[in-house]
């Protein structure tokens, strides 16, 4: 579902079939692999935007709302918690 948040346009990810669910399962299991190789703390992507190395993701041990580029440090804070992104979040027609 696209969306905005502040000036970040982005995809809400949300999975169609059985076979979506286990190819999203299997890039969240990559990606927490490849953070633990960083030594970064884990996150769970929940959404992609236009350049595909940058996602929007939750931080599991903050509750934060960050974007991220993947396989780097690169994160910035979008919001404290998941309840004040989707408060602000806007659906793209």
């Known amino acids: 579902m696209p969306a905005q948040f ?3 346009k982005l ?3 949300q ?4 076979d979506d ?11 927490l692999v490849t953070q633990k ?4 703390s884990p996150t769970l992507f929940i959404a992609t ?3 595909e190395l940058e996602v929007i993701s939750v931080c ?6 960050i974007k991220e580029t993947l396989g780097t440090r690169n994160r910035t804070v979008l919001a404290a918690t998941l ?9 793209l027609l």
Do not use: C, M, Y
């Open 37 to 40: 190789r960083l030594k970064l």
């Open 15 to 18: 999975t169609w079939s059985q």
């Open 11 to 13: 995809t809400l990810l």
């Open 83 to 91: 309840a004040e992104f989707l408060t602000q979040l806007n659906p």
């Open 21 to 31: 669910f286990r190819r999203v399962q299997e890039n969240l299991i990559g990606h």
């Open 6 to 8: 502040a000036d970040e």
């Open 60 to 65: 599991n041990l903050s509750g934060e709302v």
């Open 49 to 51: 935007q236009e350049n």
